[in-house]
């Protein structure tokens, strides 16, 4: 029987996106930067469905009913796209904690997207991969490149030009590191599309971030063709914190942190201070990404470590672009 098998990789963006200006079709409010992360990957395969009913199999660590329900919503909307009849059997797989703030529906979506072309035998060209993929998950529309990538905000309202291309690719920056430094495993409460929705409609910081942000778009992709690491950590820096800032004063308050995860980012200030070049950024969620370069992850990882409450840290190059295995 026809089968294919995708791999793909989380993203963690410099330049967030936190908020859309169309909910169906999955529109930003800005553009946002990201890298591709090389330890952070999702394996979906996919092959034609037995009955008439599409069947999911996932064995991500933390299953939820919603997750479930995400992807048959988009196997629905990608039949009602391409005109296509048939129903598919999938088997999805995530090597870390799945809604835990590691941008699970990044890599989750993008490898839906591109086992269904290739299954389905579309031959979508990668920005239309891009745009479906984003329909089943805004950060999704990233994870169909590798390398330093930049989803575009778009102008028109039906989305056909926003969607992510490769600005660097993977080779670029040869000793550029993200650590991902696990703090929690769980689900967290409040949803990333559920956040957002709050924020948009209530945070009074929400219009300056959109300003800000979007002047330090061509700033950080400078300061990357630069390899300027301070640079790039500065500017990522204070998009999280304006992010952070909508974050707290929307209404309810949102607040995905732990006592750990300002552990975390206080011991990397910290770190900073003694002349150890570092920066964070998080998601939405308590886990802490650091960027800093290959000479001083050693040293990193051991100061981090000894902070009560932090599980893991995965050590991470700039991903390549998926794989895509066709049997
Ligand atoms: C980002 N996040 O740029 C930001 C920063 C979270 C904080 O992309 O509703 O899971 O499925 O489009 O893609 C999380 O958003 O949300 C995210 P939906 P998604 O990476």
């Known amino acids: 029987m026809q089968s294919v098998t995708v791999k793909t990789h989380a993203n963690i963006s410099l330049i967030k996106y936190w908020g859309k200006r169309d909910e169906v079709l999955f529109l930003p409010t800005k553009s946002s930067l990201c890298i591709a992360l090389s330890e952070l990957t999702t394996t979906t395969s996919i092959t034609q469905a037995a009955g008439d009913q599409d069947e999911i199999s996932i064995n991500w ?59 389905s035998k579309l031959n979508l060209s990668e920005k239309e991969l891009s745009i479906l993929a984003r329909q089943g998950s805004g950060s999704a529309s990233r994870s169909v490149c590798g390398g330093f990538i930049t989803w575009h905000r778009g102008e ?66 400078e300061a990357i063709r630069n390899k300027n690491l301070h640079e790039v950590g500065e500017l990522a820096e204070a998009d999280w914190a304006e992010m952070q800032q909508t974050m707290l004063d929307s209404q ?55 902070i009560d409450g932090v599980l893991d840290i995965i050590a991470c190059k700039v991903a390549q672009a998926p794989i895509v295995t066709e049997k």
């Open 61 to 119: 660590q933390v299953t939820t009913e919603i997750s479930h329900k995400k992807i048959i919503d988009f196997l629905t909307l990608f039949r009602t796209l391409y005109g296509i009849k048939q129903f598919f059997a999938i088997t999805t797989h995530n090597n870390f904690p799945t809604a835990a703030g590691l941008a699970s529906s990044s890599s989750g979506f993008a490898a839906l997207a591109l086992a269904l072309n290739a299954f």
């Open 252 to 306: 309810p308050q949102l607040d995905y942190w732990t006592p750990t995860s300002r552990d975390v980012m206080q011991a990397i200030k910290t770190l900073r201070s003694a002349g150890i070049p570092c920066y964070f950024t998080t998601e939405a969620g308590p886990n802490v990404k650091l960027i800093c370069l290959e000479n001083n992850v050693q040293t990193i990882i051991k100061t981090l470590r000894e």
């Open 156 to 221: 028109n309202e039906l989305g056909t030009d926003s969607y992510a291309e490769q600005t660097f690719d993977a080779q670029h920056w040869p000793e550029f590191r993200v650590l991902v430094i696990v703090v929690r495993n769980d689900a967290k409460k409040v949803s990333s599309r559920e956040g957002m929705r709050i924020t948009t409609s209530t945070s009074p910081s929400y219009q300056t971030w959109l300003t800000n942000s979007a002047q330090r778009m061509p700033l950080i992709v």
